[in-house]
C-alpha cells in the first residue's frame, strides 16, 4: 500500500477530487494548508501595491491506494491539477506500513477497498 500526498491550489480542489472519485479512489483526506516550495517571499499585488507573502495557502489531499494502482492515480492528480503555472503543487509519495478497518477488524486491502 502507498500513501499519495498531493499539495494542489485550492482552485483545484472539486477538480481533483472529481477525477479521483471518477477512477475509483477509495477513500481521501483533506486538509487546507499554507506553505511554500522553492519560490519564497512571493510576490502579489493588492490594489496597486506591491506586497510579499511567505505561504500561499494550498489543499493536502491524502489517499492510501494498492501498489498498482499508485501510478495511474498519481497521473489523475496530476491531469487534474495541472495549470502549468508555478505553484501547481507536488506530489509525495510514502510506504504505508499497514491499515485497519476499526468497525470489521480487516486489515491491509481489505480494510481500504
Ligand atoms: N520540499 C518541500 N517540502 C515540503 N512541502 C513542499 C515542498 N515543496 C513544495 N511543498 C509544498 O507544496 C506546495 C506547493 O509547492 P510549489 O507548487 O510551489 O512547488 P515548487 O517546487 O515551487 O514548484 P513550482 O515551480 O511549480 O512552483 C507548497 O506550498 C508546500 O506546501
Ligand atoms: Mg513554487
Given at each position: 500500500?502507498?500513501?499519495?500526498?498531493?499539495?494542489v491550489?485550492?482552485?483545484?480542489?472539486?477538480?481533483?477530487?472529481?477525477?479521483?472519485?471518477?477512477?475509483?479512489?477509495?477513500?481521501?483526506?483533506?486538509?487546507?494548508?499554507?506553505?511554500?516550495?522553492?519560490?519564497?517571499?512571493?510576490?502579489q499585488?493588492?490594489?496597486?501595491?506591491?506586497?510579499?507573502?511567505?505561504?500561499?495557502?494550498?489543499?493536502?489531499?491524502?489517499?492510501?491506494?494498492?501498489?498498482?494502482?499508485?501510478?495511474?492515480?498519481?497521473?489523475?492528480?496530476?491531469?487534474a491539477?495541472?495549470?502549468?503555472?508555478?505553484?501547481?503543487?507536488?506530489?509525495f509519495?510514502?510506504?504505508?506500513?499497514?491499515?485497519?478497518?476499526?468497525?470489521?477488524?480487516?486489515?491491509?486491502?481489505?480494510?481500504?477497498?
Amino acid at each position: 500500500m502507498k500513501k499519495i500526498e498531493a499539495i494542489v491550489r485550492p482552485e483545484k480542489l472539486d477538480d481533483v477530487c472529481q477525477a479521483l472519485q471518477d477512477a475509483g479512489c477509495p477513500g481521501i483526506m483533506i486538509t487546507e494548508i499554507e506553505g511554500h516550495g522553492l519560490q519564497k517571499g512571493i510576490k502579489q499585488k493588492w490594489r496597486g501595491e506591491e506586497f510579499t507573502v511567505d505561504y500561499l495557502p494550498k489543499i493536502k489531499i491524502e489517499t492510501i491506494v494498492d501498489d498498482g494502482e499508485l501510478d495511474g492515480i498519481c497521473d489523475t492528480i496530476t491531469n487534474a491539477a495541472f495549470t502549468g503555472e508555478v505553484g501547481d503543487g507536488k506530489i509525495f509519495i510514502y510506504d504505508v506500513q499497514g491499515a485497519i478497518r476499526i468497525r470489521t477488524k480487516q486489515s491491509g486491502m481489505a480494510a481500504i477497498s
